[in-house]
């Protein structure tokens, strides 16, 4: 049984730094994929970050120089770096994580399995 375990969320001022883990177990995927997702009081989920087994990383074009997604793969633990925070980041923010499927050449990821969430605020 696969289970997500978020951390690392809070409360900083514009301009501050988290990182959040995200806490993997029951999934040993040699092909793997994982991301950080995040929704807003009254938005849509979006996604953040991914990364994949073969080493592929996106991410938003809103955080992109700022944050960073990691995974240790001795602890399987997930990271995403969040430098020069911004108050529209403030939000739930989510690990999600899946087999890494190939359908015609191109990779996909169904992010079947997802954490409980933390959550992340930041003030002007």
């Known amino acids: 049984q696969v289970q997500l375990v978020e951390s690392g969320g809070g409360s900083v001022q514009s301009g501050g730094s988290l990182r959040l883990s995200c806490a993997a177990s029951g999934y040993t995927y040699s092909n793997y994929c994982m991301g950080w997702f995040r929704q807003a009081p009254g938005k849509e989920r979006e996604g953040v970050a991914t990364i994949d087994s073969e080493g592929s990383t996106t991410y938003a074009d809103s955080v992109k120089g700022r944050f960073t997604i990691s995974r240790d793969h001795s602890k399987n633990t997930l990271y995403l770096q969040m430098n020069s925070l911004k108050p529209e980041d403030t939000a739930m923010y989510y690990c999600?994580?899946?087999?890494?499927?190939?359908?015609?050449?191109?990779?996909?990821?169904?992010?079947?399995?997802w954490g409980q969430g933390t959550q992340v605020t930041v003030s002007s």
């Open positions: 999600a994580a899946d087999f890494l499927y190939y359908s015609g050449g191109h990779a996909t990821c169904p992010y079947t399995y």
